[in-house]
């Protein structure tokens, strides 16, 4: 019955190949971590888009980031989850209400699947019904980190990096890049390409086949690119059956202490 509270439609935490590896290398920086199957030219292009984004070192710096995750469907918000991640530490908030209109606030330690609280409709809950609502939480974090901060990751470990030649968009000359994923979270079957700008070394366009799915891909855009802290992060991205928003994106240098203690 947990369920509906963190699904929506046609996407979820399956979604993301390496879910689970790719989520805990959110927590440190890292260099030169893909898969030695790696080609070169690919690896480059993953290096230029870090470069567009903001550079490495200012990523690294980073203490925190706020920010929102909505979902659209027919003009029809159906998701509505903010957000807080302390980067240095690895605690994470998340808070919302269910389909029932029922607030929730889960607060656990990335790093530590034994720290966590939550809370629906302002009571503590605890027991079985607590680490149950922990492990969605952990979901609820993939799924909503990746959509942000997806072109951050393209190095990490267990990611295999391949170009697949290049190809043109409304006049723009794209190279193409895929992902695939070498025995990390759970669906390692999972297919990502990325279309990066050569003008300006940005992803504007992302395709996913997931695990099981047949061919063509789902087609995603990366839009409504904003700069926080001297970085740039997309806040939009349309698939054919929803959009996906990544707003209200703040970079925290220091978040109070209350932040991870309570609702």
């Known amino acids: 019955m947990l369920r509906p509270l963190f699904r929506s439609p046609r996407f979820d935490a399956r979604r993301f190949a390496g879910a689970l590896a790719l989520a805990a290398s959110l927590l440190a920086p890292v260099a030169r971590a893909e898969t030695p199957a790696s080609d070169p030219r690919a690896v480059a292009i993953a290096d230029q888009v870090m470069q567009a984004l903001g550079g490495k070192p200012a990523w690294d710096k980073v203490t925190g980031l706020r920010w929102s995750f909505e979902v659209t469907v027919n003009d029809t918000p159906r998701t509505a989850r903010h957000h807080a991640w302390n980067k240095q530490t690895g605690w994470y908030r998340v808070e919302g209400k269910n389909r029932a209109g029922v607030p929730f606030v889960f607060i656990r330690n990335l790093n530590n699947d034994k720290e966590g609280r939550a809370w629906m409709d302002g009571k503590p809950i605890v027991g079985d019904s607590l680490q149950k609502l922990m492990k969605r939480t952990m979901s609820v974090w993939i799924n909503d980190a990746y959509w942000l901060l997806m072109p951050y990751k393209l190095r990490?470990?267990?990611?295999?990096?391949?170009?697949a030649g290049d190809t043109t968009i409304a006049g723009n000359t794209f190279d193409r890049v895929g992902l695939s994923f070498a025995?990390?979270?759970?669906?390692?079957?999972d297919r990502y390409w990325i279309l990066v700008n050569r003008k300006n070394h940005r992803i504007e366009h992302w395709l996913m086949l997931l695990q099981g799915d047949k061919p063509p891909p789902n087609p995603v855009t990366l839009e409504g690119w904003e700069q926080h802290g001297g970085l740039w992060f997309a806040t939009v991205h349309h698939e054919p059956h929803a959009v996906i928003m990544t707003r209200s994106i703040e970079i925290v240098p220091k978040f109070p202490d209350r932040e991870?203690?309570?609702?």
């Open 156 to 163: 990490d470990p267990g990611v295999t990096l391949k170009y």
């Open 260 to 263: 991870f203690a309570g609702p």
């Open 183 to 189: 025995n990390v979270g759970d669906t390692p079957g």
